[in-house]
């Protein structure tokens, strides 16, 4: 979405370039309409950019995906390279994964998988997980398994706890039904 640095909190000289992978993947509800996830926006000429640069939402010119702030992410991870978008929504949420669906298998792939396994470790000690997204589907990416999210609790809160020595120590998740408002 942004082809331009200024932000302190990018990394310096990582430019879009030519990518725009989140222009396809991401769900932008501040569109009118809607653009869905996984289809390109009408204003996108993939490869190239977009059409309605200058006059573009607010909400896509302050968009940058993580590979744009995150040092450690080399060139490799360029979302049009990788084929998924890593994205923070706020600093409180856990990463999201959120590939394209026409590369479906592109975040279970290398040199990816194990570094975002490793990744995962750190958050499970946090008690959080990655999520994955490809299209309508969700996984939640633990240490030693993903997990595939019922539908039914895609907005669900859940808990990530570690089983039992006894049990072989693996990771598990346990959906918990999101807090009703009151
Ligand atoms: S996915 Fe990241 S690098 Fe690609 S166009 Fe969007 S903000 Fe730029
Ligand atoms: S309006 Fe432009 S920057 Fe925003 S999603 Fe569409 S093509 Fe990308």
Not at 31 to 60: E, F, T, V, Y
Not at 61 to 82: G, S, T, V, Y
Request: aromatic share 10%; net charge positive; with cysteine.
């Amino acid at each position: 979405m942004s082809t331009e640095s200024a932000a302190p909190t990018l990394v310096a000289g990582r430019e879009c370039g030519t990518c725009t992978m989140c222009c396809k993947v991401m769900t932008i509800t501040y569109m009118d309409p809607p653009k869905p996830g996984g289809k390109w926006c009408q204003h996108c000429s993939p490869g190239k950019g977009c059409a309605i640069w200058q006059n573009r939402p607010q909400g896509c010119a302050d968009f940058n995906c993580d590979w744009r702030k995150n040092a450690q992410l080399n060139d490799d991870w360029r979302p049009d390279r990788a084929g998924f978008v890593i994205n923070q929504a706020a600093a409180h949420l856990p990463y999201e994964i959120i590939v394209d669906p026409g590369r479906p298998d592109a975040w279970r792939k290398e040199p990816y998988y194990s570094v975002l396994k490793s990744a995962c470790l750190i958050a499970a000690r946090n008690r959080t997980a990655m999520m994955v997204l490809v299209g309508h589907r969700r996984w939640l990416m633990l240490p030693d398994k993903d997990v595939a999210i019922p539908a039914e609790h895609y907005g669900s809160d859940y808990r990530i706890f570690r089983a039992a020595a006894l049990q072989g120590g693996e990771w598990q998740v346990e959906f918990t039904a999101p807090a009703k408002a009151s």
